[in-house]
């Protein structure tokens, strides 16, 4: 059962561009939406997180926006630059007690900026 | 740097073998989780450890096992090893507080042949 859904698997997008990321998810008791980038040869790397009491939160040139009712988030990269390019995995977590917060992610997203 | 150590980076053996992957979480992290990164299945979770307990149990094959020991680093202990555990294992670590973010090592990639 997968918890987490992300889309797309793969985007290409050029440089100066928007770069889109969507994940739904169906567990309601989630209250944790991190999202993680990862290069070749690293690990899972935070990148922007976000708690269901706001609809969008914003880093730089990274945002995400949240929708509770319809049980999606997204990640928006403005500017894309070819350094952005990696994988992104959202992911979430609940707290299910004893100190228990293990994240489920995504399938992730291979992101390619052209020059 | 997240500040969490996983050794080694790279582990070669041969199938029925046993290995063990070792991590040392951020300072100050009580709680370690064990994740295994591959191409058709992405990351999943296997088992987290807190303070020195286990607290939850994921995809974690029978063959795999881990502790925590009392100066919190982690090991992961993979027995009678087959080709399909080929994989990137990572360890994560995280604070006390409810939904903290995990910092994640740069893994040990295993390959079983």
């Known amino acids: 059962q997968q918890q987490v859904k992300q889309s797309p698997q793969s985007l290409i997008v050029q440089k100066g561009g928007i770069s889109i990321i969507n994940c739904a998810y169906e567990n309601t008791a989630f209250d944790y939406f991190p999202w993680y980038q990862q290069f070749p040869g690293k690990g899972p790397a935070l990148l922007i997180a976000?708690?269901?009491?706001?609809s969008e939160k914003k880093e730089g040139r990274f945002t995400i926006s949240f929708n509770k009712s319809a049980k999606q988030f997204s990640l928006h990269i403005m500017d894309s630059q070819p350094g952005d390019s990696a994988t992104y995995f959202c992911a979430a977590s609940a707290d299910s007690g004893g100190s228990n917060y293990k994240l489920t992610f995504g399938k992730g997203t291979l992101l390619t900026v052209n020059p | 740097d997240s500040g969490v150590t996983q050794t080694p980076k790279h582990l070669i053996t041969a199938t029925g073998q046993r290995v063990t992957l070792r991590c040392s979480p951020r300072?100050?992290?009580?709680?370690v989780y064990w994740y295994q990164q591959s191409l058709d299945q992405g990351l999943q979770f296997l088992i987290q450890?807190?303070?020195?307990?286990?607290?939850a149990k994921g995809n974690i094959l029978e063959r795999f096992s881990a502790q925590q020991f009392p100066d919190l680093h982690s090991e992961l202990n993979l027995s009678s090893l087959e080709l399909g555990d080929s994989a990137l294992y990572f360890c994560a670590s995280s604070a006390r507080q409810s939904s903290s973010p995990l910092h994640f090592g740069n893994g040990t990639r295993l390959t079983v042949t």
């Open positions: 976000i708690r269901p009491d706001v």
């Open positions: 450890y807190y303070n020195g307990e286990e607290r």
């Open positions: 300072s100050g992290d009580l709680s």
